[in-house]
Antibody, heavy 123, light 110 residues
Framework: QVQLVESGGGVVQPGRSLRLSCAASGFSFSSYAMHWVRQAPGKGLEWVAVVSFDGNIKYYPDSVKGRFTISRDNSKSTLYLQMNSLRAEDTAVYYC????????????????WGQGTLVTVSS | QSALTQPRSVSGSPGQSVTISCTGTSSDVGGYNYVSWYQQEPGKAPKLIIYDVSKWPSGVPDRFSGSKSGNTASLTISGLQAEDEADYYCCSYAGSYTWVFGGGTKVTVL
């Protein structure tokens, strides 16, 4: 069955970096765009990034643009999120989610999702 | 982009219907027919239940229905069941290849 498993979360000091991973299985990973979505404790969901099937096309919201980088290794069926210059407001559970198509499009939705990995930014 | 506006909570008795609103702007909800809804049970990952405003993914019961009018989308749960108790989030395309979610609504089955 389709499975997404995130890892790499933990406690990190403000200003430092962290890289998250999302291991995919049960589907042709290289055929789909992939997203990261986060959820701050007790808060709603926030879309964080998307990468095309080949890793060449990436989009971010203003809140993380210039600090976060999404990437993928199709040979390992793994999605990454490099997070630099972390802030307290980046504290959240980070989910990876599959797109419906190879390249992000307006009609996209997120399905399925992984179980998430918690990132805590604190001194 | 600002988050879409959802009521913090709604409740209903088993068998009743509840409706969750999701209000945005002409730059997101009102500008595109690309609203999706997600159900999140406590401690679990979100699950897609509606896409393209009113379409069902395979396996989702038709008790869940979606609609949109102007800048407001809505999710209706008919014949409310105990297992429907969860948080629900709307999401809309917001232009320039970005997406915006709502703040979430907690559904309580009385």
């Amino acid at each position: 069955q389709v499975q997404l498993v995130e890892s790499g979360g933990g406690v990190v000091q403000p200003g430092r970096s962290l890289r998250l991973s999302c291991a995919a299985s049960g589907f042709s990973f290289s055929s789909y765009a992939m997203h990261w979505v986060r959820q701050a404790p007790g808060k709603g969901l926030e879309w964080v990034a998307v990468v095309s099937f080949d890793g060449n096309i990436k989009y971010y919201p203003d809140s993380v643009k210039g600090r976060f980088t999404i990437s993928r290794d199709n040979s390992k069926s793994t999605l990454y999120l490099q997070m630099n210059s972390l802030r307290a407001e980046d504290t959240a559970v980070y989910y990876c989610a599959r797109d419906r198509v190879p390249i992000a499009a307006p009609g996209d939705w997120f399905d399925p999702w992984g179980q998430g990995t918690l990132v805590t930014v604190s001194s | 982009q600002s988050a879409l506006t959802q009521p913090r909570s709604v409740s209903g008795s088993p068998g009743q219907s509840v409706t969750i609103s999701c209000t945005g702007t002409s730059s997101d909800v009102g500008g595109y027919n690309y609203v999706s809804w997600y159900q999140q049970e406590p401690g679990k990952a979100p699950k897609l239940i509606i896409y393209d405003v009113s379409k069902w993914p395979s396996g989702v019961p038709d008790r869940f229905s979606g609609s949109k009018s102007g800048n407001t989308a809505s999710l209706t749960i008919s014949g409310l069941q105990a297992e429907d108790e969860a948080d629900y989030y709307c999401c809309s395309y917001a232009g320039s290849y970005t997406w915006v979610f709502g703040g979430g609504t907690k559904v309580t089955v009385l």
